[in-house]
């Protein structure tokens, strides 16, 4: 069995408290892992071209190649009052942006797979880095912005407005939590490895939550957002429960995601199994 991999993963603090203390040896394992921190649409491509043994990817992502990774049961970002928001410079409503040119965080983000179901007649996207869209849609360079990470935190205090929170839609429609980002492995792995690999992550975040300041400075050293009380918040937001396993909530809201997608026209039928 192999014991060096590649893993891509976000720099948002989610994803680097998660993975803190797999990566830097706190678990004194006899792995060796490869880092690759990029940000979330880099890593929906990535996971197209089979770059990384195990990677961080959207939901949304996931259809498109769920050919070749599985998803693992530990590493997940899934939640209740976590979803994506569409914020604009000025008031507006949903109705409003029939016309609106929206940056969008990535075509293949589940932001954009959210927005895609519960505001379908938005056509005029325009794709960039997450962290820019906030400065875009004060520039003017777009009517709309759709945010996901930490800047959920940090909109309100550049003057911009919430349009809708598509997570909130999201809720009120299936009463589930709202499935952002998985963590998946290549479906060509052994069933041995894939299993110590999701055992792994798994104790990585037990580890980050029984040792929370163990992963200050490796989630400071990443973040976007420098303020460390809005990476706590980021933390306490997208880290639960279902990061350490997804359990049967956590699978079903999956499921009904990607069948909500496919039954929309957005996204291909996923290959069975999905989990391991």
């Known amino acids: 069995m192999n014991n060096k991999y590649n893993i891509g993963f976000s720099p948002c603090p989610n994803d680097t408290f ?7 040896n706190r678990l004194h394992a006899n792995y060796e892992w490869e880092s690759h921190l990029l940000d979330v649409e ?3 491509k990535r996971a197209a071209d089979e770059s990384f043994e195990v990677t961080k990817m959207s939901f949304a992502a996931y259809t498109f190649v769920s050919d070749k990774y599985q998803i693992l049961n530990a590493g997940s970002a899934l939640g209740r009052g976590c979803g994506p928001l569409i914020i604009s410079k000025t008031p507006l409503t949903l109705e409003d ?3 609106k040119t929206i940056a969008i965080p990535g075509t293949r983000t589940t932001a954009n797979l959210l927005m895609s179901i519960f505001v379908p007649e ?3 996207k325009m794709e960039m880095v ?3 869209i ?3 849609v004060l520039s003017g360079q777009c009517d709309a912005g759709l945010i996901i990470h930490e800047n959920r935190f940090t ?3 550049k003057g911009l407005f919430k349009v809708a929170d598509l997570g909130e839609l999201w809720e009120k429609k299936t009463g589930l939590p709202i499935p952002l980002g998985c963590i998946a492995v290549k479906r060509s792995l052994s069933e041995k490895e894939k299993i110590k690999i999701n055992t792994l992550i798994r104790n990585s975040v037990e580890f980050a939550f029984e040792n929370p300041e163990a992963s200050k400075d490796y989630v400071a050293q990443h973040a976007q957002e420098m303020n460390p009380e809005v990476q706590q918040q980021h933390i306490d937001l997208y880290v639960n429960d279902f990061s350490v396993n997804l359990g049967h909530d956590g699978k079903k809201a999956i499921m009904t995601l990607f069948n909500e997608g ?3 026209g957005i996204i291909p039928h996923v290959l069975e199994p999905i989990f391991i």
């Open 122 to 124: 938005c056509k005029a």
């Open 18 to 24: 998660i993975f803190d203390a797999m990566i830097n």
């Open 262 to 264: 496919f039954n929309a």
């Open 97 to 99: 942006l029939k016309d």
């Open 130 to 132: 997450f962290s820019e």
């Open 42 to 44: 880099a890593l929906n």
């Open 134 to 136: 906030e400065e875009a």
């Open 155 to 157: 909109y309100q205090q």
